[in-house]
């Protein structure tokens, strides 16, 4: 079973800022398997970010996926005030077919 | 436009059964791969089933042999049949379509609210 484990639990930053996420798979994963997904408070996720460097559609190019194998990194590059949320990991692959990291919340300091 | 909601949730007591429907605009339901996804209160996102274009079905080994993922064609419409629920099922449930890459969710309905309590 191949376990995410999203790092650091909250991140505290300020508008205009670098975020950097991470996220560790307990397994190698492929990179075209990876992706990354936002979701704000009582909505809905939404795909961010797939085969862990692609933005995908109408996704502002201030996100950025990187890395392989078991370390993955999704990077903002100048915080908006509407980038904070909870970001997620995501891989395909082995069992469970599906499985999410833990999650990140970006918070305004 | 691509949209996806969700109903049938409610409160039902442990060892009860519920249906979720997900109706589905924009695309057809039987050409793509869907799936379900839950979330437990204050907690993260947890995969539920699939159901492949083809008809295939796939479970999370924690609802296996209690819930049915199934679609109808005629509706445009999937389905999440829950029996044998449990405390731990109560979440909000998400339907999602998966994009052509098949890996990962590009549409997701709004969720619907699923609570096990006696």
């Known amino acids: 079973e191949i376990v995410l484990t999203q790092s650091p639990g909250t991140l505290s930053l300020s508008p205009g800022e670098r975020a950097t996420l991470s996220c560790r798979a307990s397994?190698?994963?492929?990179?075209?398997?990876l992706a990354w997904y936002q979701q704000k408070n009582g909505q809905a996720p939404r795909l961010l970010i797939y085969?862990?460097?692609s933005r995908a559609t109408g996704i502002p190019d201030r996100f950025s996926g990187s890395g392989a194998g078991t370390d993955f990194t999704l990077t903002i590059s100048r915080l908006e005030p509407e980038d904070f949320a909870v970001y997620y990991c995501?891989?395909?692959?082995?069992?469970?077919?599906?499985?999410f990291g833990q999650g990140t919340k970006l918070e305004i300091k | 436009e691509v949209q996806l909601v969700e109903s049938g949730g409610g409160l039902v007591q442990p060892g009860g059964s519920l249906r979720l429907s997900c109706a589905a605009s924009?695309?057809?339901?039987?050409?793509?791969?869907m799936t379900w996804v839950r979330q437990a209160p204050g907690k993260g996102l947890e995969w539920v089933s699939l159901?492949?274009?083809?008809?295939?079905?796939y479970y999370a080994d924690s609802v296996k042999g209690r819930f049915t993922i199934s679609r109808d064609s005629s509706k445009n419409t999937l389905y999440l049949q829950m029996n044998s629920l449990r405390a731990e099922d109560t979440a909000v449930y998400f339907c999602?379509?998966?994009?052509?890459?098949?890996?990962?969710?590009?549409?997701w309905g709004q969720g619907t609210q699923v609570t096990v309590s006696s």
């Open positions: 999602a379509r998966h994009s052509t890459r098949i890996n990962d969710f590009d549409y």
């Open positions: 924009g695309f057809t339901v039987s050409s793509t791969y």
């Open positions: 159901i492949y274009s083809g008809g295939g079905t």
């Open positions: 397994q190698s994963v492929s990179s075209s398997y």
């Open positions: 085969g862990a460097s």
């Open positions: 995501q891989q395909y692959g082995s069992s469970p077919m599906y499985s």
